[in-house]
């Protein structure tokens, strides 16, 4: 059977690393493709791999010999699952290798924001603590996040790991969620109608999958609801958000600051309207990407294709 992965680089770019899928398949191997490769080396696979590379409805028709995908990812927005569907091919996906990395990121970014770690060192070493007679230097407000409001849309794994982590520091959770309304009772975490949540946290961290329900959900109405204090973390998808209107809400002063760790068009073109925003921050799709997560999404992608194999596939959405 002929397994294809079509853009292994993001996870790992040494042919070595995926000596786990050479044992299960003939493996063909790319680092990238564009939409024009994917057409034709998907053509005669079996198996085929990806993170990021479409498969939409009109190539799998275009592929009798497909019998299975599997994401590099949790997320399989880049998959047309129905069209997989209709033709009896199940697509798998990674649920949970990054839950703690990205929920560990989310508060790298909140605390960047509340502290500016990088700005203040940087004033060190450019010497201006030297250059002042107190024995304390501040470049910028600095926040506490104690008696604070999170706000979590999307309160799956992710959601409910940042939820655990913002009350170790103290704060309350609100969460929202377009699927389940459903919380062990030892959770104290409340439930609001979305646009009450945005009227009332003080941070707001998307964890949401894009879907038609989800896409623009941060857009010009909502960003006019926030506090002028409040900050918005993206490290779910870009297209979440109306980059346009952030950036507006951002220069405006509407609110305080965001941190967003993925783009509607990634890479990020050099026009997008949040490069040139006030108080941005943005990093280039790395919530996921610490060694361990990647480590154990290998292992998963190795696991759904050796089960597909064994004519029991795990972990699928379709």
Not at 47 to 55: C, D, F, G, M
Not at 276 to 296: F, G
Request: proline letters at 6%; charged letters at 20%.
């Amino acid at each position: 059977m002929k397994i294809v992965v079509l853009d292994g680089r993001p996870l790992a770019a040494d042919r070595e690393a995926w000596a786990g899928l050479d044992k299960l398949g003939e493996l063909e191997f790319y680092l990238f493709s564009s939409p024009e490769e994917v057409a034709i080396r998907a053509q005669g696979a079996g198996v085929l791999v990806t993170n990021k590379a479409p498969i939409p409805a009109a190539l799998i028709d275009k592929l009798p010999e497909l019998r299975f995908i599997t994401m590099m990812a949790t997320g399989f927005d880049c998959v047309d699952v129905a069209a997989a569907r209709r033709r009896g091919i199940p697509v798998s996906n990674v649920p949970v290798y990054g839950t703690n990395s990205v929920a560990q990121f989310v508060f790298a970014l909140v605390l960047e924001l509340c502290h500016h770690v990088a700005k203040h060192a940087e004033a060190v070493r450019g010497g201006e603590w030297t250059a002042q007679p107190d024995f304390s230097l501040r470049k910028t407000p600095l926040i506490e996040l104690a008696g604070k409001t999170m706000g979590i849309v999307g309160l799956g794994r992710i959601g409910r790991r940042v939820g655990e982590l913002a009350r170790a520091f103290g704060m309350s959770v609100l969460a929202y969620d377009l699927v389940s309304q459903v919380l062990p009772a030892e959770e104290p975490v409340f439930w609001c109608a979305l646009d009450d949540l945005f009227a009332r946290a003080d941070v707001i961290s998307l964890h949401c999958p894009l879907t038609d329900q989800t896409a623009g959900l941060v857009n010009r109405a909502r960003l006019r609801l926030v506090k002028p204090r409040a900050i918005i973390i993206n490290t779910a998808r870009g297209a979440l958000i109306v980059e346009a209107d952030l950036a507006e809400a951002l220069n405006a002063g509407r609110l305080a600051a965001a941190a967003i760790d993925v783009i509607s068009r990634e890479p990020i073109r050099p026009d997008n309207p949040l490069l040139n925003a006030r108080n941005c921050l943005i990093t280039p799709h790395i919530a996921w990407a610490t060694d361990e997560a990647r480590a154990r999404l290998m292992e998963t992608v190795v696991a759904n294709v050796a089960a597909f194999c064994a004519g029991q596939p795990i972990n699928v959405v379709n």
